[in-house]
């Protein structure tokens, strides 16, 4: 009697292994990289931050990218800074937070390009800004030697009056904007009351 054994297709195995391997390249966890949002190099863990004028984003960016698109007159991105300075004689009384009529008790204050102050709050949708002139705030920003070194939209003090005391921090925008995970991108003045 002659038994039958079906002897498996070499190429046909050799075929199937093939594709689970191209299959598997896409499904491997690939390390995260951060990347230059301007030439897409890859990012040491502590990178420069740049402010697109118009738009007011965010971009990471590698050193090159930061010194040839930054520092030109006219230029499309401002350098955001890293340094931390203390902040140790600077408050907000409860009259002069209530008069500028914040409805949360977290706020951050920014001067643009002429000196103008500005106050802006988080929420839901994003950063709002308050609708109120800020005029005693910019004598208070004029007047402070910490506040008036602040470099113009890429600097800003943050407020919050939660919980005990009154934290106050004169931070880079890179660690107010919505979404941005970098702990290590705080700098400004620090100090609590």
Same mark, same amino acid.
């Not at 003090?157 to 004169?170: D, K, P, Q, T």
């Given at each position: 009697?002659?038994? @039958?054994?079906?002897?498996?297709?070499?190429?046909?195995?050799?075929?199937?292994?093939?594709?689970? *391997?191209?299959?598997?390249?896409?499904?491997?966890?690939?390390?995260?990289?951060?990347?230059?949002?301007?030439?897409?190099?890859?990012?040491?863990?502590?990178?420069? @931050?740049?402010?697109?004028?118009?738009?007011?984003?965010?971009?990471?960016?590698?050193?090159?990218?930061?010194?040839?698109?930054? *520092?030109?007159? *006219? *230029?499309?991105?401002?350098?955001?800074?890293?340094?931390?300075?203390?902040?140790?004689?600077?408050?907000?009384?409860?009259?002069?937070?209530?008069?500028?009529?914040?409805?949360? @008790?977290?706020?951050?204050?920014?001067?643009?390009?002429?000196?103008?102050?500005?106050?802006?709050?988080?929420?839901?949708?994003?950063?709002?800004?308050?609708?109120?002139?800020?005029?005693?705030?910019?004598?208070?920003?004029?007047? @402070?030697?910490?506040?008036?070194?602040?470099?113009?939209?890429?600097?800003?003090?943050?407020?919050?009056?939660?919980?005990?005391?009154?934290?106050?921090?004169?931070?880079?925008?890179?660690?107010?904007?919505?979404?941005?995970?970098?702990?290590?991108?705080?700098?400004?003045?620090?100090?609590?009351?």
């Amino acid at each position: 009697m002659n038994a @039958h054994v079906d002897v498996p297709d070499i190429s046909q195995k050799n075929e199937e292994r093939e594709v689970l *391997g191209a299959l598997r390249r896409f499904t491997r966890v690939r390390p995260l990289e951060e990347r230059c949002e301007l030439c897409v190099a890859a990012l040491e863990p502590e990178h420069p @931050h740049l402010l697109h004028c118009e738009s007011r984003q965010i971009a990471c960016a590698c050193d090159a990218c930061a010194v040839l698109f930054c *520092g030109q007159e *006219g *230029g499309k991105f401002l350098r955001i800074p890293r340094r931390i300075l203390e902040l140790e004689d600077f408050a907000f009384g409860d009259l002069e937070w209530e008069s500028m009529m914040l409805p949360i @008790h977290l706020a951050f204050f920014v001067r643009d390009r002429d000196g103008k102050g500005a106050a802006m709050y988080p929420s839901p949708a994003g950063a709002v800004a308050s609708q109120l002139g800020m005029e005693s705030l910019e004598r208070r920003f004029a007047e @402070h030697p910490a506040l008036a070194r602040m470099e113009p939209e890429v600097e800003t003090l943050l407020v919050n009056r939660n919980g005990e005391g009154e934290l106050l921090h004169c931070a880079n925008r890179r660690m107010l904007s919505a979404g941005g995970t970098d702990s290590n991108e705080m700098a400004g003045v620090v100090g609590r009351r």
